[in-house]
């Protein structure tokens, strides 16, 4: 916006403008990306797992996690912790994240909170690693 009123009181163009304002949007896309890069290539926590579950429950049905438009765009590799409080029905009570690239995260929540465990006497916690690969 500031850059577009001093072009304008300079006299400069308005396509010079808008290229600007793209320039600007650019850097700061690519700036954020590096960002979030960082983010999941220093996470402590991943692991090169496709789907465990850590827990002493059997899996009776997964939901597979749909993976990110963005991160298949840049073609990223990712890997998110959950830990999920299994009602004794079999369902999924709550999920809380331990770790994993911040642009999984989301994906991952929603389809383990769609597994079905079998039942059990009490409800119990289970650990659950989901990896993401580019297709």
Same mark, same amino acid.
């Given at each position: 916006?500031?850059?577009?009123?001093i072009f304008r009181?300079?006299?400069? !163009?308005?396509? /010079?403008?808008? @290229?600007?304002?793209?320039? $600007? %949007?650019?850097?700061? *896309?690519?700036?954020?990306?590096?960002?979030?890069?960082?983010?999941?290539?220093?996470?402590?926590?991943?692991?090169?797992?496709?789907?465990?579950?850590?827990?002493?429950?059997?899996?009776?049905?997964k939901v597979t996690?749909?993976?990110?438009?963005? !991160?298949?765009? /840049?073609?990223? @590799?990712?890997?998110?912790? $959950? %830990?999920?409080?299994? *009602?004794?029905?079999?369902?999924?009570?709550?999920?809380?994240?331990?770790?994993?690239?911040?642009?999984?995260?989301?994906?991952?929540?929603?389809?383990?909170?769609?597994?079905?465990?079998?039942?059990?006497?009490?409800?119990?916690?289970?650990?659950?690693?989901?990896?993401?690969?580019?297709?």
């Amino acid at each position: 916006m500031v850059t577009l009123v001093i072009f304008r009181t300079l006299g400069i !163009a308005s396509t /010079l403008a808008t @290229r600007m304002k793209l320039f $600007i %949007q650019r850097r700061l *896309a690519a700036a954020l990306l590096a960002i979030c890069l960082g983010m999941i290539l220093f996470c402590p926590s991943l692991s090169a797992a496709q789907a465990e579950s850590d827990g002493s429950r059997k899996i009776l049905s997964k939901v597979t996690p749909i993976y990110p438009d963005l !991160a298949r765009r /840049l073609q990223m @590799r990712g890997t998110v912790k $959950i %830990q999920a409080v299994v *009602a004794p029905n079999g369902s999924v009570k709550s999920t809380k994240v331990l770790g994993g690239g911040p642009l999984f995260v989301s994906a991952a929540v929603d389809a383990v909170g769609r597994w079905k465990w079998t039942p059990a006497p009490q409800e119990t916690k289970e650990l659950v690693e989901l990896s993401f690969h580019p297709n």
